[in-house]
């Protein structure tokens, strides 16, 4: 069964600057997609980035963007230029491809303030 | 709004009590997902249903029961509330264009 991993329950950071959040994942799969949501206290979850595992290019959305090392299975978050809004509760996840099997493992979370 | 829409947001159960947690999505998608979300564990699948009429039990399925009403409509039943069943509990759909899922909004779940 696939498993994924943040091992840093809770973090804090300096307004404007640059954040790295964990993740790591166990699979035997090859066709996967890889994903971080963000979850403000308004409980909404909400999606940041997302990878698709045959791609090498490291995905970019505006300030974040991840450093995917496929055979590390390893999968991180950076938030640059941090901004009050991005304080919440993050999220990894792992999805398989395909039509099958398509239900999402999240990681525990990372609790990630921003200071102004 | 095209989405997932979930009733409840909130509810306060008695142990022992019963209720129905709904959830609908209008954007046409075969497969929705029913997870709860506890502190320190992320979130876990409790069922799912891959299309109308099928359903499978997820990683944490005991105590819980769904129906997939038809291809909008999935919900999670609790036939008899326990204080472990506390918990934030999200219905989600995928689409299958980019592999994403839409959550639903979630509803907080006490049961005392």
């Known amino acids: 069964a696939q498993t994924v991993t943040q091992s840093q329950p809770e973090m804090s950071v300096q307004e404007a600057e640059t954040v790295t959040l964990s993740c790591t994942y166990d699979?035997?799969?090859?066709?996967?997609?890889l994903f971080w949501y963000k979850q403000p206290p308004s409980r909404q979850m909400i999606l940041v980035i997302r990878?698709?595992?045959?791609?090498?290019q490291n995905a970019t959305e505006n300030r974040f963007s991840v450093n995917f090392q496929k055979a590390a299975k390893s999968f991180s978050l950076k938030i640059s230029d941090s901004q009050l809004g991005d304080t919440a509760m993050y999220f990894c996840?792992?999805?398989?491809?395909?039509?099958?099997?398509?239900?999402?493992?999240f990681g525990a979370g990372t609790r990630l303030t921003v200071k102004p | 709004n095209a989405g997932v829409t979930q009733t409840p947001k909130f509810q306060v159960l008695k142990t022992g009590q019963s209720m129905t947690l709904q959830c609908a999505q209008d954007?046409?998608?075969?497969?929705m997902y029913w997870y709860r979300q506890d502190p320190g564990m992320g979130l876990r699948l409790i069922y799912y249903?891959?299309?109308?009429?099928?359903?499978d039990k997820g990683e944490v399925p005991n105590g819980y029961n769904v129906s997939r009403l038809n291809k909008r409509e999935f919900s999670l039943r609790l036939e008899s509330a326990a204080p472990s069943q506390t918990s934030v509990y999200f219905c989600?759909?995928?689409?299958?264009?980019?592999?994403?899922?839409?959550f639903g909004s979630g509803t907080r779940l006490t049961v005392v």
């Open positions: 996840a792992f999805m398989n491809g395909g039509y099958n099997n398509n239900d999402m493992r």
């Open positions: 699979t035997s799969e090859n066709n996967y997609y």
């Open positions: 990878q698709e595992a045959y791609k090498q």
């Open positions: 954007m046409n998608h075969n497969s």
């Open positions: 249903s891959a299309s109308e009429g099928t359903t």
């Open positions: 989600a759909s995928i689409r299958y264009s980019d592999y994403g899922y839409t």
